[in-house]
């Protein structure tokens, strides 16, 4: 099991972008999107190798995380999805995983403090 928390209000006062957020940058310029998506991964990874002795996943694994927003305002799915998008290819790019098709799913939980914003993440294998 590997336990870690994405911390700070790096878009927007949120911890990371919504799914929404990546479509419009899609469809402004592709390069860009690419570029903008790697800013929040690597905002990820150091994140990672602060916290976490390194590790290697190569067998299915589950993900359950915590999402902490400062309000109610973004669609759960879409900060759901895009957070999972981030961090599962953060940690294949970063070697710490070895294919995000060993992702097995998870349970996520929202919970609100007004201007806090982080994700915990804990990693566990499958069954």
Known sequence: MVKFVIKGNNFKGNCLPSYNNYILQCRSNNYGANNWKHRYQDIIAKQISEQCENFYIDEPFTLDLVICEGN?????????SMAKKLLLDCLQDTMYIKNDKLYMG???TFK?????SYIEVEIKLYG
């Open 106 to 108: 998870g349970n996520t």
């Open 112 to 116: 609100y403090e007004r201007n806090n």
């Open 72 to 80: 109610k305002r973004r669609d759960k799915d879409n900060v759901e």
